[in-house]
């Protein structure tokens, strides 16, 4: 990013909206995760089943938490035509890629053996999620063609 491009208010508001809907879009599908996650402890009723789901809505919280803050402090940034400081999204960008680690490290079903915990815990797919999304954190290219491309090379 160019200095020209990091002055400019227009890129500054483009990138504060970007960061709004990046937020609207992960806190609705951690909800949509949550509930997915309630309707099968529901079905397949069992104390690690409710005990797995209770640290999962614990962790949501947090995180929903965490990004409501940040779309607070985001709103008005777009209202009066500032910009969020570079420490606090950087402290974001940080939290918000330890929320996966550490689900993955902590619900990993002991039923399986240590080597493969990582891989099937469902939390994985929070990491795609995250890195999907972190794309709208960036400047655009000029397509959506160039937008779809560094979509997928930012995830691989």
């Not at 500054?12 to 997915?36: F, M, N, P, T």
């Not at 529901?42 to 940040?70: H, K, Q, R, Y």
């Amino acid at each position: 990013m160019s200095p020209f491009q990091d002055e400019s208010p227009a890129f500054r508001q483009a990138l504060l909206k970007s960061e709004r809907l990046r937020i609207v879009i992960l806190l609705v599908a951690v909800g949509i995760a949550i509930l997915a996650r309630l309707l099968r402890t529901l079905v397949a009723w069992n104390p690690d089943n409710a005990s797995s789901l209770v640290w999962l809505i614990l962790f949501a919280c947090g995180l929903a938490a965490m990004e409501l803050l940040v779309l607070r402090a985001v709103r008005p940034a777009i209202a009066l035509g500032k910009s969020l400081s570079h420490p606090a999204r950087l402290l974001n960008i940080l939290l918000e890629t330890c929320f996966p680690a550490v689900l993955i490290a902590h619900l990993s079903s002991t039923a399986l053996p240590p080597e493969y915990r990582p891989i099937v815990n469902p939390a994985i797919l929070l990491y795609f999620l995250l890195i999907s999304l972190s794309a709208l954190r960036f400047a655009g290219g000029t397509s959506q063609k160039d937008d779809l491309t560094a979509i997928v090379f930012k995830g691989i």
